[in-house]
């Protein structure tokens, strides 16, 4: 009798999880496109905003650099004004996520952080937009000055969005600009 019993009561579990795991899979199939939905939104309002002279953004004209797409941003004559980068960098406590401008000489037009996890009230200062509009007017000259660009208590997330920073305008040097 008690042999069965586990038996039993291991049936009922299997059950109880195959029905948990197709109702996940369910939920899970019905958030994927709302999510992928929400953070292609996210970027392209970053787009916008950190390349404001173009009004559409090309992405049949990426150019494929070291890791990193460039998508031309086209003004309202049709003509390029820039280009944007999403750039993906290792930070303090995860990647940093954020999407850069350039106009098509190569400096900064604007910054938008639109993913970080760094520390509250230290490395989280980044995503301060003040902060943020210092990268204006950047190049690939731009070299980081810890007592200007940091702030005090985390220099590791205002280093590493710069350091993502001048990767993407390497790179846009080395294969967009030319």
Do not use: C
């Not at 910054?111 to 210092?134: A, F, H, R, V, Y």
């Amino acid at each position: 009798m008690g042999k069965n019993r586990f038996i039993h009561y291991g049936f009922v579990l299997t059950l109880i999880a195959a029905i948990s795991a197709g109702i996940l899979s369910v939920v899970n199939g019905v958030t994927m496109k709302v999510i992928k939905e929400n953070e292609r939104a996210a970027v392209n309002a970053a787009r916008i905003r950190v390349l404001p002279k173009a009004t559409t953004f090309d992405e049949n004209q990426i150019i494929s650099i070291d890791g990193l797409d460039f998508i031309p941003g086209n003004g309202s004559n049709g003509k390029p004004v820039g280009y944007v980068v999403t750039v993906s960098q290792p930070g303090y406590a995860a990647n940093i996520d954020f999407v850069l401008g350039f106009d098509r000489r190569g400096r900064v037009t604007g910054l938008d952080i639109i993913g970080s996890q760094e520390t509250p009230g230290l490395g989280s200062k980044i995503l301060d937009p003040e902060w943020q509009k210092k990268a204006i007017g950047k190049d690939a000259t731009y070299e980081f000055n810890k007592s200007a660009d940091g702030f005090a208590g985390a220099t590791i997330s205002p280093n590493a969005v710069y350091t993502g920073i001048k990767r993407a305008l390497n790179s846009f040097n080395s294969g967009v600009k030319k």
